[in-house]
């Protein structure tokens, strides 16, 4: 359990990444192209375990073929597979479009819930992926934690976490309510210039000052 003054500390240190963080990416969004509320979760599905890059160059075609859940619902999963066969695990996501297009219609009259734990319901959405409707489709206050945001948090010392969940946790704990949305989209954009996987650009970062991972490693 740390003291009164560490834990002053470590929210002055919290307080300077985040400012430090949207000076560098202020106005940072989503990636992923979409129209609808709808579209963004189905895109959502498709980027797991693929970019969104080519997410974007799937969706562009096949939301003008089948725009809304009504469209989807109609499918059977390997039709489906065609279009989106280009992302890895196409089958499952297939499935899982399919079947969650088919819910909306069902129980939501085709609209897409705006809670978490509805979200969560859905086949193919995990708590990644309602975080990220939730926060970009409903303006709701939500952290989702990918890949970039786990590992660069859990680095600058944000969290000390060793699952997403945790992390998510810990974030909300750290960062204040009304910045966790854009915290996401600041943490992904440092993840993906700077702070990369395998060889952070340490010497290029404007926050190694700030850094835990930086200052226990040295690595600059
Ligand atoms: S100093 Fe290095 S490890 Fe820390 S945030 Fe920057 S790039 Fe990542």
């Known amino acids: 359990m740390k003291g009164a003054d560490e834990q002053f500390m470590d929210r002055e240190r919290h307080k300077k990444i985040l400012e430090i963080l949207e000076k560098h990416y202020k106005g940072a969004t989503t990636a992923l192209k979409y129209k609808t509320p709808f579209q963004l979760l189905i895109a959502t599905i498709l980027s797991a375990q693929c ?16 725009p809304g859940p009504e469209d989807f619902a109609r499918l059977s999963p390997e039709e489906l597979e065609k279009d989106i066969y280009s992302c890895g695990f196409y089958r ?9 297009s088919q819910i909306l219609l069902k129980k939501y009259g085709g609209q897409v819930p705006q809670s978490i734990e509805e979200l969560q319901e859905l086949p193919g959405v995990g708590r990644k992926t309602a975080n ?3 926060s970009n489709a409903f303006d709701m206050d939500a952290i989702a934690v990918d890949t ?18 945790e992390t998510e946790r810990q974030l909300m704990e ?28 340490c010497d290029q ?6 850094c835990e991972y930086y200052n226990r490693t040295g690595s600059r």
């Open 51 to 66: 970019t969104d890059r080519q997410v974007n160059k799937i969706t562009s075609k096949l939301f003008q073929k089948y």
């Open 92 to 100: 499952n996501k297939s499935r899982n479009i399919v079947k969650t």
């Open 132 to 134: 990220v409707v939730a």
């Open 148 to 165: 970039h945001v786990f590992r660069v948090s859990n680095r600058l010392g944000l969290a000390h976490a060793k699952t997403p969940e």
């Open 174 to 201: 750290n960062i204040p309510k009304n910045k966790w949305s854009k915290a996401h989209h600041w943490l992904i954009q440092h993840g993906r210039r700077v702070c990369i996987a395998r060889n952070p650009k």
């Open 205 to 210: 970062c404007f926050l190694a000052e700030y």
